[in-house]
């Protein structure tokens, strides 16, 4: 009762053929979900990243909007405001005024917001650079079609089990009734 029929030794390797085929599906099926929906992962990415970029644009707009209703208010209530900043933005001298010439930086301008720069228009982010190859690029698409199809193939040919091809045999659309 020691020796081993070989009905017994075929199910210890069968689980590591049953599990390189599953994983070489598994690894299949993951390399054709990148080619399939890197574009639409993308173009998401992408429509994220300017519904952001229009965030920090509106709060930058807003901002100045806010900005420039309070000088507006000023110049309604507060008279003297209103002449200082008339005399900065016209360069307008008062007689008496005595003026020493300054670098630009040191004057006093009338101040002007500017709008903040968006940081996210001129730099492209990781997932974007990430996905660009599989979503464009034809020739690395279709190697990864072909590497996905090749690795099905190697499974269904050398990973399945001679007792299922035998099974699959033997189901009713494979089986010939002419010769029952």
Known sequence: MTAHSPSTTEPRNAWVSNLAFWFCLIAAAGIYAVVALSPKVLA????????YA???RLVSLERQ?????????????EPEFA?????VEFDAVRPGDERIPVDRHLSIDAPVRKPVPNALSAQTSWTEMLLEPFAHHRTIR????????????TAFTFLIEPSTKN??????????????
């Open 44 to 51: 998401y990415v992408r429509l994220q990243n300017e519904c």
């Open 54 to 56: 229009n965030q920090v």
């Open 65 to 77: 909007v806010q900005y420039l209703g309070s000088v507006a208010a000023a110049l309604k209530s």
């Open 83 to 87: 002449a200082e900043l008339a005399r």
């Open 142 to 153: 279709l190697t990864l079609l072909a590497i996905a199809g090749a690795i099905v193939l």
């Open 167 to 180: 099974k699959l045999a033997a189901l009713p659309f494979g089986h010939d009734e002419t010769s029952a």
